[in-house]
């Protein structure tokens, strides 16, 4: 990323892209590139613009905000997207995070709090209200309780993975090859019935702050 991390809002309500910019940009690390009112204009800018960040709606007049992160992480695999949404419905939140969202907010959260999230999501960070964690991980339990069948080192893979880092990155860390990680990563996920690194470390972190 750049200097300047640059953040694309898409929203169909004028005002409340209003408040969310003039929040962003008072910080001058951070800047409003565009902004959107429908998926198909987001689709669009996302491939023109190459945003660092997309700030998300979950509710559009042309879709919803589940299959945009999906699309947009098919245009631009590197983006960041973020969910605001006044709705905490506990499907919709599992959902998101399986097409890949990077973090998910309700839309009551303190301004000062964006900000924060923005900056950690911008480092690689999955970014989730407390009360969203809470919910994938009743989500996640519904059908697996698997605190005693992973391996050391798939925990340490686990830990890793928590602090972002890539297959090849937790290879070097381990002394292991990266087919390794690959096989090990897949078996975890199987484990505990999770279809992706984001769900993955939301358990995993959640799980050793109960330890």
């Not at 800018?45 to 945003?51: F, G, Q, R, S």
């Not at 923005?118 to 809470?134: F, R, T």
């Not at 925990?155 to 972002?164: A, M, T, V």
Request: proline fraction near 2%.
């Amino acid at each position: 990323m750049s200097d300047i991390t640059k953040i694309l809002l898409v929203d169909d309500h004028a005002v409340v892209r209003w408040g969310i910019k003039s929040v962003i940009e008072r910080n001058p690390k951070y800047i409003v590139c565009a902004e959107a009112e429908t998926l198909e204009d987001a689709y669009e800018k996302v491939k023109d613009l190459m945003p660092d960040i997309v700030i998300l709606d979950l509710k559009l007049p042309d879709g919803d905000g589940v299959t945009g992160c999906r699309k947009m992480k098919a245009i631009l695999p590197n983006v960041k997207v973020m969910i605001l949404t006044a709705y905490g419905d506990d499907q919709i939140i599992v959902e998101s995070i399986r097409a890949g969202a990077d973090g998910f907010l309700l839309k009551n959260i303190d301004s000062n709090k964006i900000i924060s999230a923005i900056h950690d999501v911008s480092l690689g960070k999955s970014i989730y209200d407390s009360a969203v964690i809470n919910k994938v991980i009743s989500a996640v339990r519904q059908n697996n309780e698997f605190d005693n069948v992973l391996s050391n080192q798939e925990k340490k893979i686990l830990d890793l993975i928590c602090e972002g880092k890539t297959n090849k990155e937790i290879s070097e860390r381990l002394f292991i090859a990266e087919k390794t990680v690959r096989n090990n990563v897949t078996k975890i996920m199987k484990k505990i019935n999770v279809n992706n690194r984001t769900e993955a470390a939301i358990y995993w972190s959640r799980q050793k702050s109960l330890f």
